[in-house]
């Protein structure tokens, strides 16, 4: 057999693998779309047809005066925003210093910064609940807007790791011109790092959008219910009236901002799946 031949053998045995594992992770989702297009007794039907027949959209229609979605939707990007806009730029700063600064012992704070990431998020829950409980911040967004502004441990590595890529040439290039450390990360490096910062914006919004821990435990007012919880709100519903073209319809609505999000960042994102640094 030739060479040639044999390639193309192998290459048309990995599409057919590539396609079917395509498929299988792309179903779930397509089943969501085609319940959310079906009539309530549609969808209960047995066997499943995939192509609704005939395709309503009342679901879409419903769904906003069910359950208070649009809220969700509202408190949701109240809490990503600041968030992501502070946390990153905190996270960028404090990495640029661990992997460009000359700071006595930094390479020991950045390891008890990564041992803290051992500890499961669940073990802290109750400490915050009690340490936000008694400043009367219960039921409120601060809870979960302020800790990220922080920063974010994991995401302060993947920009370590990525800065220790760069040439020092640049810093001195900018010394050289006057600049300082601020001006230096702002006007230099930051621009650098776009491929990362918005990988770990796409991974860092998705966390947000999708958490429902967080929001199950520090609000009770459906006014201040992110999306999730609005959600748990219309498949409490399903289980008692079979609404599943509804429940879907809502889920499908929620995974909008992060199609919207990825499309957006799709070129810096397949970028960093690459990222292999600039080596001096």
Not at 55 to 76: C, H, R
Not at 102 to 129: A, D, H, R, S, W
Not at 175 to 183: E, H, L, N, S, V
Not at 258 to 267: A, D, M
Request: charge should be neutral; hydrophobic fraction near 55%.
């Amino acid at each position: 057999m030739k060479m040639k031949t044999k390639t193309h053998i192998i290459n048309s045995f990995i599409y057919v693998i590539m396609t079917a594992v395509s498929l299988t992770m792309l179903f779930p989702f397509i089943w969501m779309i085609s319940t959310s297009l079906k009539e309530k007794t549609a969808a209960l039907q047995i066997p499943i047809k995939l192509i609704p027949d005939p395709v309503v959209f009342e679901a879409y229609l419903e769904v906003w005066d069910v359950i208070p979605l649009l809220t969700g939707i509202k408190n949701t990007l109240l809490i990503a925003a600041p968030v992501i806009l502070c946390g990153t730029f905190v996270s960028a700063l404090a990495a640029f210093a661990f992997a460009k600064m000359e700071i006595p012992g930094k390479n020991l704070l950045f390891m008890g910064l990564l041992v803290t990431m051992m500890i499961p998020g669940v073990v802290t829950l109750i400490p915050q609940y009690v340490v936000w409980g008694r400043m009367g911040l219960v039921d409120t967004l601060i809870p979960l807007i302020v800790p990220g502004m922080l920063g974010n441990i994991s995401m302060m590595f993947f920009f370590r790791q990525f800065l220790s890529g760069i040439p020092r040439e640049y810093i001195e290039a900018a010394r050289i011109d006057g600049a300082g450390w601020m001006k230096t990360f702002i006007t230099i490096f930051m621009p650098l790092m776009r491929p990362a910062i918005a990988a770990q914006v796409i991974f860092w919004f998705m966390g947000i959008w999708n958490d429902f821990l967080g929001p199950l435990i520090y609000l009770d007012s459906e006014s201040n219910y992110t999306v999730q919880l609005a959600l748990r709100l219309l498949n409490s519903m399903g289980e008692a009236t079979s609404e599943y073209p509804m429940i879907m319809a809502g889920s499908v609505i929620s995974c909008v901002p992060l199609l919207i999000l990825f499309i957006c960042f799709q070129r810096y994102f397949m970028d960093s799946m690459v990222i292999s640094g600039v080596k001096g």
